[in-house]
């Protein structure tokens, strides 16, 4: 299932080894951050997040 984020709401990046967690500045419950799983790596993530590829080098999140 597609998850569309807001590239300006992305705090961070946390790179696991079988996927990547996107953590926001959206709040959830009890103003808890939101996190969405992903199964694309890190640099994948980037690269979708990234409208310009010179901002983020490749294979760093």
């Known amino acids: 299932m597609p998850v569309f984020v807001n590239p300006n709401q992305v705090v961070s ?3 696991l080894p079988d996927r990547t967690q996107i953590v ?5 419950n009890h103003g808890a951050a ?3 799983d992903v199964t ?9 997040l990234t409208t310009n590829p010179s901002v983020a080098s490749s294979g760093r999140a």
């Open 13 to 15: 990046l946390v790179a």
């Open 24 to 28: 926001t500045t959206a709040t959830g």
């Open 40 to 48: 694309e790596l890190a640099a994948e993530v980037v690269r979708l």
């Open 34 to 36: 939101v996190v969405y």
